[in-house]
């Protein structure tokens, strides 16, 4: 049987019993309303430790938009279940005003990582991702953490955090889990209408053609392409679509500036933002 934890305390407790045992523990942060993406990170935890925690918590101060929090989805059961066919062995499950009993102030600058892309668009985002996994990292103390290559700019925020501030957990990336066409998974495609749904695997597969058109185009070409192609499909409103270097996140104008050239992209449709990234070209 899994264990179910609800505060900060006992979660302290359960992992300072691993690690007084000796034993190894993986943790993966979510916010819940599971699918095989969340699944994947638990899985490689459980292969590299002997124990994996995983995290359960909507976190509202990473949200700037009080319609997306809203109506983010919670399936709390569901969640339990499959994380219990996964073999988790723990589930921290905090409230609200257990993560944040007094009033947040804390402010995190990463430089151009939080500046860009997400950063731009969603004003706060970053800083509420850095206070929750912080306080989550200091609770739980893992030896590895999980995060999906999904939310790769999240992924180098993390990696910085953790690189500025010496706490010692090692981060490991995980490719992006799609659905069979293409759409990478994610709780908010639950949200979409069955039309929408039908549509949604075009922004993959535009990244896909795009990754063809770098081999022979200019990255403005490319750019400008991609940019067009999806404002082109009915329902799509293409928030971004940059192409970036895969280690430090900023705009090239050349293939050659990075070692890994990346396409992020953020599509709006019918109301649920959908985010994916490509690797476009490597050196
Ligand atoms: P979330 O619940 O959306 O905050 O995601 C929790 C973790 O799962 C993050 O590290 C995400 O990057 C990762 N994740 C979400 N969707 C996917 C996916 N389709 N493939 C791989 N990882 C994912």
């Not at 302290?12 to 019993?17: L, R, T």
């Not at 490689?44 to 995290?55: F, G, M, P, R």
């Not at 402010?107 to 206070?131: C, Q, S, T, W």
Request: proline share 5%; with cysteine; hydrophobic share 40%.
């Amino acid at each position: 049987m899994q264990k179910i934890i609800r505060t900060r305390a006992e979660a302290a407790d359960f992992a300072a019993s691993v690690r007084f045992s000796g034993k190894t523990m993986g943790f993966v942060p979510t916010m819940g309303a599971l699918h095989e993406g969340h699944l994947s990170l638990v899985r490689k935890a459980l292969q590299e430790n002997d124990y994996c925690v995983t995290s359960i918590f909507v976190n509202p101060i990473q949200f700037n938009n009080r319609e997306d929090l809203e109506k983010y989805p919670r399936t709390p059961e569901r969640d339990l279940q499959m994380l219990e066919e996964a073999g988790c062995q723990a589930v921290f499950m905090p409230s609200v005003d257990e993560m944040y009993p007094e009033e947040v102030n804390e402010h995190y600058d990463f430089g151009h990582l939080d500046k860009v892309m997400e950063g731009a668009f969603r004003p706060g985002h970053f800083n509420g991702v850095a206070i929750v996994v912080k306080r989550l990292f200091e609770i739980i103390q893992p030896h590895k953490a999980y995060f999906g290559e999904k939310d790769y700019q999240q992924l180098a925020i993390i990696r910085e955090l953790v690189r500025r501030y010496q706490i010692p957990v090692k981060i490991v990336a995980c490719p992006i889990v799609r659905e069979d066409d293409g759409l990478a998974m994610s709780s908010r495609n639950m949200r979409l209408s069955a039309e929408d749904r039908r549509k949604a695997p075009q922004i993959y597969q535009t990244l896909l053609t795009a990754r063809q058109l770098a081999k022979e185009h200019d990255v403005a070409f490319v750019k400008n392409w991609v940019l067009e192609t999806l404002k082109s499909i009915e329902g799509f409103e293409p928030e971004y679509f940059e192409i970036a270097s895969g280690e430090t996140l900023l705009p090239v104008n050349h293939w050659d500036e990075a070692d890994t050239v990346m396409g992020f992209v953020v599509v709006w449709l019918g109301g649920v933002r959908l985010i994916d990234n490509i690797e476009l070209r490597r050196k």
